[in-house]
Nanobody, 119 residues
């Protein structure tokens, strides 16, 4: 069983919203920071957001600031990313990844979930 499993992707119209989930299995999510990344066709993977283990610190890439919100529920071993005001350029496969700290390098990745923003 994969340690991180993403869900919540899908097809949405521009201006719409989606909430992605990253569920952890086999380890205590609350001990780790979790980041979201995305990779669009023909482009390099880019960091989107990250949340510290306690949830007290978050950061966002400039293209998503003010539109995406990362949060976590350690009791449910799950991290979320609420995505609002979606744009076609947000279309990508979204991955969550585990870190010790957001400034470090991830050691586990999920399998990804597709987000498509199109009319």
């Amino acid at each position: 069983q994969l340690p991180l499993v993403e869900s919540g992707g899908g097809l949405v119209q521009p201006g719409g919203s989606l909430r992605l989930s990253c569920a952890a299995t086999g380890f205590t999510l609350g001990h780790y920071a979790i980041g979201w990344f995305r990779q669009a066709p023909g482009k390099e993977r880019e960091g989107v957001s990250c949340i510290s283990s306690s949830g007290g610190s978050t950061n966002y890439a400039d293209p998503v600031k003010g539109r995406f919100t990362i949060s976590r529920d350690n009791a449910k071993n799950t991290v979320y990313m609420q995505m609002n005001s979606l744009k076609p350029e947000d279309t990508a496969v979204y991955y969550c990844a585990r870190y010790y700290y957001c400034s470090g390098s991830p050691d586990y990745w999920g399998q990804g979930t597709q987000v498509t923003v199109s009319s």
